[in-house]
């Protein structure tokens, strides 16, 4: 077996915020590795629906250092994304290891260590970025394992093309739902269910609004003052071009929750039955961080508590990019540059104060 590997800082995850982090490392001059489970570049965006475009303009959606270049259509595509963290990875020489996958991270002597499927890395400081979209969530349905129809979560979704003809139930009012929906009702009789009404933003309000409000948000809790804002957060629906299209053939309605599966369909609160084909599950992800249970950071809720994005339990790990929770708008690509800089700058005050 070979010798582990020593370094200041391991990232574990080398997607957006794994290479967030990894250019101000960089910058910082510290020595740390970048592990990632993936045989290719771009985290979970390559493994996107085929159509799905940001709603956030290119210069909006841009990791530290280097804008993302301008995209055809306005939004960015999945292709667009993947691409640019593909050379954003490249332009920095990060030093990013695949495939490697992490099983478990222990306490050790004056650090903790990784332990993965190419060996041990051993660290004085972990950051944990592995997203959170390695766990499809779907709702705990009466009935679903009964039903006979196709049942897949949105991050197995790729075109609408295999649901021509079929009756389908699209399930979920955020954004994912909305565009999914959008191109699934031309060629398929769809019903889009969600548990509240879907709350659509004007038309002129995208997502650079919404992180600027979610800026503001955050400097007025530091202030200690309420925001003089309109409604609206991260999860409103934005009205990019297809959403607007399925608006104007009128099928951006909603549904409220059918109560239970039965083998070739639903049935809603009302006792009425529908024959249904297919269900995609637009219901988003759950944090997968197994890889922690070992440190004994894990809550009953499978969240790990932090302050400013360190575990309060143990004082070398930080996670980065999970939802708000880790930082204010830390999962998005226009959010995360906040985060990671103050993540690594709260890393380099912890190493040198070790070593003075």
Not at 221 to 237: A, H, M, N, S
Request: with cysteine.
């Amino acid at each position: 077996m070979s010798p582990p590997v020593f370094r200041d800082v391991v990232v574990i995850g080398g997607g957006q915020s794994g290479l967030a982090a990894g250019y101000f490392l960089r910058r910082g001059g510290l020595d740390f590795e970048i592990l990632d489970a993936n045989n290719r570049p771009g985290g979970a965006w390559p493994d996107a629906w085929d159509s799905l475009r940001l709603f956030s303009p290119a210069e909006m959606s841009s990791l530290p250092g280097w804008p993302m270049p301008p995209s055809t259509g306005g939004y960015p595509t999945r292709d667009h994304v993947v691409d640019y963290l593909t050379a954003y990875e490249q332009r920095y020489s990060l030093p990013v290891q695949r495939p490697v996958r992490v099983k478990g991270v222990l306490r050790s002597s004056g650090g903790l260590s990784v332990r993965t499927d190419r060996g041990t890395w051993l660290a004085s400081a972990v950051i944990s970025a592995t997203g959170g979209t390695s766990q499809p969530f779907i709702p705990p349905y009466s009935g679903r394992v009964m039903f006979r129809g196709r049942q897949i979560h949105s991050s197995a979704y790729r075109t609408p093309d295999e649901f021509a003809g079929l009756r389908v139930l699209v399930v979920g009012g955020g954004n994912s739902g909305a565009q999914i929906l959008a191109e699934v009702s031309k060629v398929a009789e769809t019903a889009w269910v969600t548990t509240e009404p879907p709350r659509f933003l004007p038309d002129d309000v995208d997502g650079r609004v919404l992180f600027e409000r979610a800026t503001e948000r955050v400097r007025a809790q530091i202030e200690g003052r309420d925001p003089d804002l309109p409604k609206g957060g991260l999860g409103d629906i934005v009205i990019v071009p297809p959403v607007r299209e399925a608006r104007d053939r009128d099928v951006l309605y909603t549904v409220p929750p059918f109560s239970r599966f039965v083998a070739d369909g639903v049935v809603w609160p009302d006792g009425t039955r529908t024959a249904v084909d297919a269900v995609i599950w637009c219901t988003g992800f759950r944090p997968d961080l197994g890889h922690l249970a070992h440190l004994g950071v894990l809550e009953p809720d499978g969240h790990i508590a932090v302050e400013n994005g360190r575990s309060t339990r143990q004082p070398r790990l930080w996670l980065l990019g999970y939802g708000e929770w880790t930082g204010a708008a830390s999962a998005t690509l226009a959010g995360i540059t906040r985060s990671a800089r103050d993540t690594v700058q709260d890393i380099q005050e912890f190493l040198a104060a070790g070593r003075t």
